[in-house]
């Protein structure tokens, strides 16, 4: 099942409240009284939606890793057949967070040659694991695809997915403290937010449509691409 009508829905419900925000927006100039409360209000608002975008990309990106790894776990895809990407996200799934804690590497190398001989998995933990969390802009996207050897290019009314990289900034200062919601959402009208979110539908919806047909031609596997 396709995750772009749940991305979809996401973004249809950021849609609404920026249509409301940009309502307000307009009340906000012929109305003086409260007027700097209000004001700080709407920004605060306005700001909160790098948020719920990201958030609904991450979650559409999580789902649509998780669907590829299971079609890869359920079909039995040995390490040997399977393409270097998956292979090399297998191991990393499984050691990774044991060679930051600091396990024997020796003991490491002795878990990963019978890998080799076996068919990929992933433990229920790291099946939806993002390979950019909290990261994910314009160059992830771009350098996931090139990854999984797409040809895949960004429809030309979503500049490239530019404004990816501008959501993934403006999330970040937010999560860590290094700017204020009102600071963030006095620097945008929500008319531009509107323009901003259309063009991320347009990036997102064909990005992923191209990873789904990747996965739906098991082009995970090595032969596929012979």
Known sequence: MSVIPDLNARFDDIAHVLSVIREMERSQKSRRKAFYEK???ISASKASIYIMVYNAIEAAMRHLLQS???KIQEEGVTFSDAEEYWRLDAIQARFLHKMASGTNHGMLLA???PMTNATLSWNEDDLDRLPFSGNFGQGAAIRFTEQLGLSWRPPHDALGGVD???IRERRNALAH???TFHEAGSQVTAQGLIEVLTRIRNFMTSY???IESYGE???YL???RA
């Open 39 to 41: 004001a700080r209000m």
């Open 68 to 70: 590829i790894r299971i």
């Open 111 to 113: 878990e990963i040659v």
């Open 164 to 166: 990816l990289e501008n």
């Open 177 to 179: 403290g290094l700017e």
């Open 208 to 210: 992923i449509a191209a």
């Open 217 to 219: 031609e098991r082009r």
């Open 222 to 224: 090595r032969l596929a």
